[in-house]
Every structure is written in structure tokens, then in C-alpha cells.
């Protein structure tokens, strides 16, 4: 077989990759960062009690004056450990979070529209990491922070490291680590309500905070058990019970679920997420590519970052639905809305234009 | 006279002029899809393994960022730890295998090639699994990804001579069973 046959063949292998992946493998990194420093700090503090029992030690054997001063010169190699591993590293604390970030900002801007994120920053004077919430705006100057809505009009900023700036209401406020501090935002930039009625008390709870740690095997066996009353008719919780339904192997479970999501909090912003997130479900793991491309033409008509991707899985749902005729037009508005899109080369290949 | 246009690529006045440090958040936008498609193409099948694979890359990248000099230089240094990734994979399904009663099924993420393309790759990456992993990984670069004999080497970690006696050697047992493709 000629050699140019195997590349354009080696260009069909092509796997289904978009902003849902990327999310989890940065929520993948996040924790493996996380996991890191507990690790570092635990072997700083078992060499910290060496030196200190090793100084205790040499004080009183000794009844010298130097032992103490010996402690303090050893215990020094410690400091470095506390050093950032990554540039910039985000971490959604919840479902609802919703963190977009900001153009021409390289990476270090966002938006945080509701929920919740944690970054973990190393400081570049040229080019300050910022968080904007509302009116308010985070600067660091080097650090771990976490910044989340605890309601509509209100922001808890909490240092875990280093400082940061924060500028609310026309004044500078510096945080420092250990430090929690709440700031009220008069003109959120997505106010994401509470619901209006006292949720339903679930028969238990258990299964939420395994899926919110990325234990969803767990959770899913947590909610099985737990038993239909255990999800509750919320967007946040629906897509958690989903993401533990389909990230345990159970993607079928995760269906209504997020049907859930589309039909009944149609205006929440999150439910065109649920819409992608659906069809890949019905698309890659249940083989219902018809359903799927209605699933992503629901994503797109939201518009917003996902209605690029949105698209070019409907070319590809429709085609593979046999619906030639609807990936073909597809795919033409495809190339009209995105001359020069990421997923050119598949959606031309989909839609029958190549 | 040539009718070429007098044109030729060249990269972002931003990307060759950053020079400073690279910054996470550009490159696993920028190369996420990137590393995603070479483990593909690397791996053959097995889907799953791909989010593992992207992981492991870019927690390697986010850990030594400081020693990749600019935007375009990071493609090359992906395709090699990929590479590295994928290899470690690759041995260790080989190692499990020994204990299956029967040979894994071939599924290749190839949602845009025809049934005839892919029975070709299904029987391709059949052919693949039996040749050892380094000599697979060699091929694999050259004439499934495109990428030069040197990019080959610096990917695989090794001369010039071995990478082109890797591909050669992998060429000649693909060749038997494709002779008549």
C-alpha cells in the first residue's frame, strides 16, 4: 500500500474530543496537583519533626546554646517545597460553576459567573492573573485562592496562599493567607437563584459530595441505594447524578437526568450544556444518533462557546443517522458561521463536502 | 517562471516573539485536540485510555513548563512525551494481555471513514499489536502522523539510523500482509 494512503488513513483516526473532555482532564490535573502538595506538605512536616526531635535532641544531650540555632539553619530547606508546580491551575468547585475566560488575557483572566473555582498562581508582574465577578475584581499577587458565590449578591474570597488584591466598590482590599473575606457584588454578571422552595430532604445525601470529589463509581452505588428521591429536581443536582451516572459506566441512567435538566430548567444557562452533554451520551456510548443531533441542535440555538462544537456534532450525528441531506446543509452552515473552525476538516468530511 | 504564489507559513508574530515562559492555560488549549489525536493514532483503540493519556501529558507539562521555550517548540515536546506516554500504555496492555484468554477487540476512533477504511485500520492496528511496541510507535509516527524521520527520532527517543531501521522493519511485516492492497 503506497505510503500517502496510510496518512490520509491515519488522518481518519480521529477521536471525539471536545470542551466536556478538556474539563475533566483539567479537573483531572487540578487534583493530581492537590494530592501533590498534601504529599509535599507531609513530607516537609515528618522532616520538620525530624529536625525538631533531632534538635531536642542535641539540647539536651549537649546543654549547649547551639543546638537551637542548628534547628533553625536545617528547617530552612523546607520553604522551597511551597512553590507553585503549574503557571495557572482552575478548579471548578462545583457543577453550577460557570468560568469563562476573559480574550486577550492569555489564560490569566476570568470570569466567574456563578459557582465557584479555585486557582492555584504563580505571579507574573507583567501579566497579573485576575478573577472578575460582578463588579468586583481579584488581582493576585501570587497564590491559591478561591473565589465562590455563597448567593446571588455576595462573594466569599478566601487565600489559602500568598495574597491577593481585591478591588470592590472604588477601594483595594489586600487579603493575606488564612484569610476569608466576603465582598457584596451589585451587578453579578450571572446571577444563578437559589430555588424559591425548600428542597425536598433527600433520603440521603451521601452520594453528592462522592461525585463532587470525583468518586463516581461510588456515588453512583450511593445513589442507587439511596433510591429515587435522592436527586433533587435541580439543575446543579441533576447534572451531578448525571456526570455519576455516565462516569461510572452507566450512561443510559444519565439520560433522563439530563432530559430533566432540558425540559423542565430550560432557562437556566446550564441547560445547553446538559443539551452537548446529552448528546454525546446518546451519540458515543448509546449509539441513538438521531436523538443525539436533536440534543445538539438544542446546544447550539443557546449559542455561547458551545455552539461551535454543537454544530459539528450534529453534522456528524446527522450523518451517521443516514440523514444525509440535513448533514449536508449542516455542514455548509457550518463553513458559513466558521470559516476557519477547528472542526473544518470533520464537519466537511460528515457533511459529504469533501 | 514559477507559478507558486510567493507565499510560505509562517508562525504568529505572538508565538515566536513570547519567547518568555509558556503559560498552561495557552498550551492545553491550544494542544489539548493535538495530543488527543496523535495518543489516538498511537494507541489504535481503546478510547478510554485517551483521557488518561491527555492527563498524564499535561500534568507532565504543568510540572517542567519553565523548560519549554516557547509556543511552537511545545508541539515537538508534546509529541515526545506523548510518545513516551503512550509507550509505558502501550507495554503495559501488552503485559495484560498475557493474562486474557483471547486477543482484545480492535476499535478504532474513526467515526468518519468508511466501512472498507475501517476494516483496512482494524487489520492495520491488528498487525500493530504483534510488532514490539518501539518498532510500532517508529511506523506509527512516520506514516500514520506524517511526521519526519527526525521528528521520529527526537519522539522516540533515539538516533536517526534506529528510528529509520524501526520504520524499515515495520514496514517490511506490514507490507506482507498489505502486498496486495
Known amino acids: 500500500m503506497p505510503e500517502r494512503k496510510w496518512e490520509s488513513l491515519g488522518k481518519k483516526v480521529e477521536p471525539a474530543w471536545g470542551p466536556e473532555r478538556d474539563r475533566l482532564v483539567r ?12 504529599a509535599m506538605y507531609a513530607g516537609a512536616s515528618v522532616v520538620a519533626l525530624a529536625v525538631v526531635a533531632e534538635g531536642t535532641y542535641a539540647f539536651v544531650s549537649v546543654r549547649g546554646t547551639h543546638a537551637r540555632a542548628d534547628v533553625a539553619s536545617v528547617s530552612t530547606p523546607v520553604a522551597p517545597l511551597s512553590a507553585p508546580v503549574a503557571t495557572v491551575i482552575v478548579t471548578h468547585l462545583s457543577p453550577e460553576t460557570i468560568l469563562e475566560p476573559m480574550p486577550d488575557h492569555g489564560g490569566r483572566g476570568f470570569v466567574l459567573r456563578s459557582g465557584g473555582a479555585r486557582f492555584i498562581v504563580s505571579h507574573d508582574a507583567e501579566h497579573p492573573f485576575v478573577v472578575v465577578a460582578g463588579d468586583v475584581m481579584i488581582e493576585d499577587l501570587g497564590t491559591t485562592f478561591t473565589a465562590q458565590y455563597p448567593s446571588a449578591d ?44 425548600a428542597p425536598t430532604a433527600p433520603a440521603t445525601s451521601s452520594w453528592r459530595p462522592l461525585a463532587e470529589n470525583g468518586r463516581y463509581e461510588e456515588a453512583h452505588t450511593a445513589l442507587k441505594n439511596a433510591g429515587p428521591n435522592a436527586v433533587r429536581d ?77 454544530l459539528a456534532r450534529e453534522v456528524e450525528a446527522a450523518s451517521r443517522a443516514g440523514d444525509t441531506a440535513r448533514s449536508r446543509d449542516l455542514a455548509r452552515e457550518y463553513q458559513m458561521l466558521y470559516p476557519r473552525g477547528r472542526r473544518a476538516k470533520a464537519v466537511s468530511r460528515f457533511g459529504g463536502l469533501d | 517562471m514559477s507559478t507558486q504564489p510567493y507565499l510560505r507559513l509562517v508562525a504568529r508574530a505572538s508565538d515566536v516573539v513570547s519567547g518568555g515562559p509558556v503559560d498552561f492555560e495557552v498550551l492545553f488549549e491550544r494542544y489539548s485536540g493535538y495530543v488527543a489525536s496523535l495518543a489516538a493514532r498511537l494507541l489504535g483503540s481503546g478510547d478510554s485510555d485517551l483521557d488518561d493519556v491527555v492527563q498524564d501529558v499535561f500534568w507532565l507539562a504543568a510540572r517542567r513548563i519553565g523548560k519549554i521555550p516557547d509556543l511552537i517548540q511545545a508541539r515537538g515536546w508534546l509529541a515526545t512525551v506523548t510518545t513516551r506516554v503512550v509507550r509505558r500504555r502501550l507495554l503495559r496492555r501488552r503485559f495484560r494481555a498475557l493474562f ?51 521528528a521520529v527520532a527526537a519522539a522516540c527517543g533515539c538516533s536517526l539510523s534506529t528510528a529509520k531501521r524501526r520504520i524499515g522493519a515495520a514496514k517490511n511485516e506490514i507490507d506482507k500482509v498489505f502486498r496486495d492492497a
Open chain 2, 100 to 150: 486474557h484468554a483471547g486477543p482484545r477487540p480492535i476499535d478504532v476512533p474513526a467515526s468518519g471513514a468508511t466501512a472498507e477504511e475501517h476494516a483496512v485500520l482494524a487489520r492495520l492496528y491488528q498487525v500493530l499489536e504483534e510488532l514490539p511496541t518501539d518498532i510500532r510507535l517508529a511506523w506509527s509516527l512516520r506514516y500514520l502522523e506524517g511526521e519526519s524521520l527526525e
Open chain 1, 234 to 310: 435541580e439543575t446543579a443536582d441533576l447534572l451531578l447524578a448525571a456526570d455519576a451516572a455516565r462516569l461510572s459506566g452507566y450512561p443510559a441512567e444519565a439520560v433522563p437526568y439530563l432530559e430533566r435538566v432540558v425540559r423542565a430548567h430550560s432557562g437556566d444557562p446550564r441547560s445547553s450544556l446538559a443539551s452537548f452533554t446529552l448528546g454525546r451520551v446518546l451519540l458515543d456510548e448509546l449509539g441513538r444518533p438521531r436523538e443525539a443531533a436533536d440534543a445538539f441542535a438544542r446546544a447550539r440555538s443557546a449559542g455561547g462557546p458551545l455552539a461551535e462544537d454543537a
Open chain 1, 27 to 38: 479537573v483531572g490535573i487540578a487534583r493530581r496537583a492537590q494530592r501533590r502538595r498534601v
Open chain 1, 154 to 197: 455576595r462573594l466569599d474570597v478566601s487565600v489559602e496562599e500568598g495574597h491577593v488584591t481585591v478591588h470592590a466598590r472604588g477601594a483595594d482590599t489586600e487579603i493575606a493567607a488564612g484569610t476569608v473575606r466576603q465582598f457584596a457584588v451589585s451587578s453579578p454578571a450571572l446571577a444563578i437563584d437559589k430555588p424559591s422552595r
